[in-house]
């Protein structure tokens, strides 16, 4: 079966420090990746997905980057976080077979708090 | 992708039906209708979908209206553990560059009350 790993589960970090958050996925192969936000009381907003190894879309334009080094594994990354930066952060895998639409699958999440 | 739009709030007792409404009067004839809910810090959960014909799975049921414009997704005996923020999404059902991304609104909080 496949599961969806994110780690850390919660990060307090300073204004201005980096931020690298991983997502991993098991027990599939070449799935769609993406992170999503969630603010306080707010709905998700996509921010990256990636269809492949080294292929990244963002959604919007950010103080965060992501990049996907193996087929399974998905960072989230900033150079100098802000206080806007945190929130709910959550990864999600799909399956990329055929045409048809699959369902995504969304990790545990990480609570990151920016002070 | 098509704007929905859904209340902010229901209630429902514990056994009852709850019938969730979702408004998508700009859906294209491609589009799905997608639900997911998320429970309280947790990430969502996939429920159900559907094109035009009403679905059913073994979570919910998934009522679309004739001219597409509106649906409504029935957990047919709610429970506490049903208590979550159900999000109406739709969008194109083919994956293509974009993969399966969804945008998501603000959701319909339901509370189920014993």
């Known amino acids: 079966s496949q599961t969806i790993h994110q780690w850390p589960a919660t990060l307090v970090q300073p204004v201005g420090s980096p931020l690298s958050l991983e997502c991993t996925v098991e027990g599939t192969s070449n799935p769609n990746l993406y992170w999503y936000r969630q603010a306080a009381g707010r709905g998700l907003q996509l921010l990256f997905y990636?269809?492949?190894?080294?292929?990244i879309s963002s959604e919007v334009p950010q103080n965060l980057s992501a990049s996907r080094p193996q087929d399974r594994q998905f960072i989230l990354s900033s150079k100098k976080l802000l206080l806007s930066d945190s929130g709910f952060y959550l990864c999600?895998?799909?399956?990329?077979?055929?045409?048809?639409?699959?369902?995504?699958?969304f990790g545990p999440g990480t609570r990151l708090t920016v002070l | 992708d098509a704007k929905t739009t859904q209340p902010t709030s229901m209630d429902c007792a514990e056994g009852r039906a709850a019938n969730l409404p979702c408004n998508h009067s700009?859906?294209?004839?491609?589009?799905?209708v997608y639900w997911y809910r998320q429970i309280h810090s947790q990430g969502p959960q996939y429920i159900i979908h559907?094109?035009?014909n009403n679905e059913t799975n073994e979570m919910a049921s998934l009522i679309i209206t004739e001219d597409r414009k509106s649906s409504t997704l029935i957990l047919p005996h709610a429970t506490l553990r049903d208590t979550a923020v159900y999000y109406c999404?739709?969008?194109?059902?083919?994956?293509?560059?974009?993969?399966?991304?969804?945008?998501f609104g603000e959701g319909t909080q339901l509370t189920v009350n014993p």
């Open positions: 559907g094109l035009k």
């Open positions: 999404i739709v969008r194109v059902g083919s994956v293509g560059t974009s993969g399966s991304r969804l945008t």
């Open positions: 990636s269809v492949g190894i080294g292929q």
């Open positions: 999600a895998w799909s399956g990329a077979s055929g045409g048809a639409y699959n369902e995504q699958f």
């Open positions: 700009t859906i294209s004839g491609n589009e799905y």
